[in-house]
């Protein structure tokens, strides 16, 4: 049976990893792309997509009627939200009952929530989860004695994407460069500095239940040169690991915030990590989707993609579930290259 998938912000390299993935493993399914840009490169792939849309953002007012327009015209049986701010309004639109079509979207609360790398970390880090973050203020800049956190420190904006902005600060004349260059801003935060290797969590889990999960490493980042800090956001080398400590701490921390919360833990959730000096992996932030490389853990047999389709729409017959690779292989991918896995 033929369905209609749509994904949205196809601007960027996670949506594109999804459909392929979808692709893995229902090739005659139908995908849809929509993005508010009229320059996204994706919206003129039909090698991926079968049929694409300008529209506005999720901001707009008319956000859910342009929405709706495309949900009926395609006939839409299922949703793949990827931006994390457009998911938190569909967060805000499914608490209210309504939504368009089928999704797998987190409690708004929950959404809010892990959109605060702060509330986060406030949270975490008395559980030895994460790294001691606190609120930069302006007295920082010529008071070396009030600093929280001794240099080296990781300064970074509080919420969205966690690359935006972010710099190891080592001293002043450091901090009051940076300062004059986000001037714009005052939502900074400041952590103690993890020197260690990058990883991320992917897990999936449906009303409160844990249903599949997997770990890599990020190694390197489409263009580094261009980002102060060496982290672009994208991953340009990695690999798929089998790392049970990743996943226990991942879980810990989504059931501890979940508990406050009282509800239940809904959605595609990335945990990022770094280690400290000594080698141990702290929390840096929660994301509440999918990573750039998701088409990554597709290839090396844990498509997430898949697995949100099958219980979304009970696709049958339900295939068995992987949270494991059989080999922790690289992946590569350029600017203009796809990725895949190197043998």
Same mark, same amino acid.
């Given at each position: 049976?033929?369905?209609?998938?749509?994904?949205?912000?196809?601007?960027?390299p996670t949506p594109l990893g999804l459909a392929r993935s979808v692709k893995i493993a229902f090739p005659e399914f139908r995908l849809v792309g929509v993005d508010g840009s009229s320059w996204s490169a994706n919206l003129y792939n039909s090698e991926i997509f079968d049929a694409t849309y300008q529209i506005v953002s999720g901001r707009a007012p008319n956000y859910?009627?342009?929405?709706?327009?495309?949900?009926?015209?395609?006939?839409?049986?299922?949703?793949?939200?990827v931006p994390e701010t457009?998911?938190?309004?569909?967060?805000?639109?499914?608490?209210?009952?309504?939504?368009?079509?089928?999704?797998?979207?987190?409690?708004l609360q929950l959404a809010s929530f892990c959109f605060d790398k702060l509330k986060v970390a406030d949270v975490l880090h008395p559980l030895g989860l994460s790294p001691k973050t606190t609120p930069f203020v302006s007295n920082f800049i010529n008071d070396d004695s009030s600093l929280p956190i001794p240099y080296p420190f990781w300064i970074r904006v509080k919420s969205g994407a966690g690359a935006l902005g972010a710099l190891?600060?080592?001293?002043?004349?450091?901090?009051?460069?940076?300062?004059?260059?986000? @001037?714009?801003?005052?939502?900074?935060?400041i952590s103690e500095y993890l020197p260690g290797r990058n990883y991320a969590c992917k897990l999936l889990f449906l009303q409160g239940e844990l249903i599949q999960h997997a770990s890599a490493e990020r190694i390197d980042y489409l263009l580094s040169a261009a980002a102060p800090s060496g982290i672009s956001g994208m991953c340009a080398r990695g690999k798929l690991l089998n790392r049970p400590d990743l996943v226990e701490k991942s879980v810990a921390a989504l059931t501890e915030i979940s508990k406050i919360l009282e509800v239940d833990l809904n959605g595609?959730?990335?945990?990022?990590?770094?280690?400290?000096?000594?080698?141990?992996?702290?929390?840096?932030?929660? @994301?509440?989707?999918?990573?750039?490389?998701?088409?990554?853990?597709?290839?090396?047999?844990?498509?997430?993609?898949?697995?949100?389709?099958?219980?979304?729409? @009970?696709?049958?017959?339900?295939?068995?579930?992987?949270?494991?690779?059989?080999?922790?292989?690289?992946?590569?991918?350029?600017?203009?290259?796809?990725?895949?896995?190197?043998?």
């Amino acid at each position: 049976m033929v369905m209609n998938i749509l994904f949205s912000g196809i601007g960027g390299p996670t949506p594109l990893g999804l459909a392929r993935s979808v692709k893995i493993a229902f090739p005659e399914f139908r995908l849809v792309g929509v993005d508010g840009s009229s320059w996204s490169a994706n919206l003129y792939n039909s090698e991926i997509f079968d049929a694409t849309y300008q529209i506005v953002s999720g901001r707009a007012p008319n956000y859910w009627e342009v929405i709706a327009e495309v949900v009926a015209k395609e006939a839409i049986d299922f949703a793949f939200i990827v931006p994390e701010t457009e998911v938190l309004v569909w967060s805000k639109r499914q608490e209210e009952g309504n939504l368009p079509c089928k999704a797998l979207i987190p409690d708004l609360q929950l959404a809010s929530f892990c959109f605060d790398k702060l509330k986060v970390a406030d949270v975490l880090h008395p559980l030895g989860l994460s790294p001691k973050t606190t609120p930069f203020v302006s007295n920082f800049i010529n008071d070396d004695s009030s600093l929280p956190i001794p240099y080296p420190f990781w300064i970074r904006v509080k919420s969205g994407a966690g690359a935006l902005g972010a710099l190891k600060i080592d001293g002043q004349k450091d901090l009051t460069t940076w300062l004059s260059l986000h @001037n714009h801003r005052t939502d900074f935060i400041i952590s103690e500095y993890l020197p260690g290797r990058n990883y991320a969590c992917k897990l999936l889990f449906l009303q409160g239940e844990l249903i599949q999960h997997a770990s890599a490493e990020r190694i390197d980042y489409l263009l580094s040169a261009a980002a102060p800090s060496g982290i672009s956001g994208m991953c340009a080398r990695g690999k798929l690991l089998n790392r049970p400590d990743l996943v226990e701490k991942s879980v810990a921390a989504l059931t501890e915030i979940s508990k406050i919360l009282e509800v239940d833990l809904n959605g595609m959730f990335t945990v990022d990590f770094k280690e400290n000096t000594a080698g141990e992996p702290l929390i840096t932030e929660i @994301n509440i989707r999918h990573v750039s490389f998701n088409l990554a853990f597709a290839l090396g047999g844990v498509n997430f993609a898949e697995t949100t389709l099958r219980h979304g729409l @009970n696709v049958t017959p339900e295939m068995p579930r992987s949270n494991t690779f059989e080999k922790e292989s690289f992946f590569i991918r350029g600017v203009d290259a796809p990725l895949r896995l190197i043998p």
